[in-house]
């Protein structure tokens, strides 16, 4: 029954994130991208990562898609128009900038990963024999494991996030009308 009902999860998420990708609505496919997230809640929970399940549902598919419903909801319709017809060409002259800043951020990147050393400290070192039971705390496992191990990613991650919300606030400007 188990294996019946992961398979069933991972069934929803493939499917909804392709139909998500596909269709031509920006409701529907704000709504399928909520089905894949809260289906992927469900595979963390299949595989003992309760902390991470209740992340996914709390911060992605209570926080991000309602502020995704939101922005579309509240945004003008010719803005909308205007990024759709924005989308149709792929490289010209204002894609130039993006792309060398995307350039020295992958350099930087490469360049941070080859010069650190990603081996474990001897305090964390965990036993072979040792393995995540349903009864451990995995919030702790996973603090640790965060502000040691992955503070590099998890950094990474925040950046991504905060050039997100720039692009958004430039998104959501309103051009002065002349």
């Known amino acids: 029954m188990t294996e019946l009902?992961?398979?069933?999860?991972?069934?929803?998420?493939?499917?909804s994130a392709l139909l998500a990708v596909?269709?031509?609505?920006?409701?529907?496919?704000?709504?399928?991208?909520?089905?894949t997230l809260?289906?992927?809640?469900?595979?963390?929970?299949?595989?003992?990562?309760?902390f991470i399940a209740i992340t996914q549902v709390i911060v992605y598919v209570g926080g991000v898609l309602v502020l995704m419903l939101f922005a579309f909801m509240?945004?003008?319709?010719?803005?909308l128009n205007t990024l759709q017809k924005m989308q149709q060409k792929v490289f010209?002259?204002?894609h130039i900038a993006a792309l060398l800043v995307a350039v020295a951020f992958l350099v930087v990147l490469v360049t941070v990963i080859t010069k650190t050393d990603a081996e474990i400290p001897g305090w964390m070192q965990v036993s072979p024999e040792k393995f995540v039971q349903p009864e451990d705390n995995?919030?702790?496992?996973?603090?640790?494991?965060?502000m040691t191990r992955y503070l590099l990613p998890f950094e990474l991650v925040s950046v991504f996030l905060m050039m997100a919300l720039v692009g958004a606030a430039h998104i959501a400007r309103k051009e002065p009308r002349s």
């Not at 009902?5 to 499917?15: E, M, Q, S, T």
């Not at 704000?30 to 089905?35: N, R």
Request: charge should be negative.
């Open 22 to 35: 596909t269709v031509s609505g920006l409701v529907r496919s704000i709504f399928l991208f909520f089905a």
């Open 38 to 50: 809260f289906s992927a809640a469900g595979l963390y929970v299949f595989a003992l990562a309760d």
């Open 5 to 15: 009902v992961f398979y069933i999860f991972a069934f929803l998420v493939l499917l």
């Open 92 to 94: 010209g002259m204002q």
């Open 138 to 146: 995995t919030a702790n496992l996973i603090g640790v494991q965060v």
């Open 74 to 79: 509240l945004s003008d319709k010719d803005v």
